[in-house]
């Protein structure tokens, strides 16, 4: 009876715990749906790639923050159609999606990791569409 107990526990924090790592990626597209820079970047890891259209680098999650409040506010988001969501090889998630903003849409890329058994943002691209 304690086994049975012991392995239905051990099942229900793994579901559990599946859950919440999704609700990772979620927060992080509705992040970007809004243009909120803030709520996007609770969920940066200490260092994140950017890859914008006039610029790429390796940012601290402070300073990325502002890139992305910056790039926001400089292009006007309109909203962020998700195309694709799923697993990364590894652990994590990542994302494909197209955010619309008054100076034009870009492809957009998300890829996540999981560090220190929370999900965080590992990288971010943002690619013009022509």
């Known amino acids: 009876m304690k086994h049975l107990f012991t392995i239905s526990l051990l099942g229900l924090t793994v579901l ?11 927060d992080v597209i509705n992040a970007l749906r809004s243009g909120n820079s803030g709520e996007l970047a ?10 914008l259209p006039d610029k790429s680098d390796n940012y601290s ?8 409040k910056d790039f926001f506010a400089n292009n006007g988001v309109k909203g962020f159609e998700l195309k694709h969501k799923g697993d990364s090889p590894g652990g994590g ?31 971010i691209r943002f690619q013009a569409i022509e």
């Open 93 to 123: 998630h990542f994302c494909i999606g197209t955010m619309q903003t008054n100076s034009g849409n870009f492809r957009t890329n998300v890829f996540m990791k999981i560090k220190n058994g929370k999900e965080v943002v590992k990288e």
């Open 61 to 68: 999650k402070a300073q990325a923050q502002v890139i992305m």
């Open 16 to 26: 559990f715990s599946s859950f919440v790592m999704q609700n990772n990626i979620d």
């Open 42 to 51: 609770k969920n940066f890891d200490d260092n994140i790639e950017l890859t």
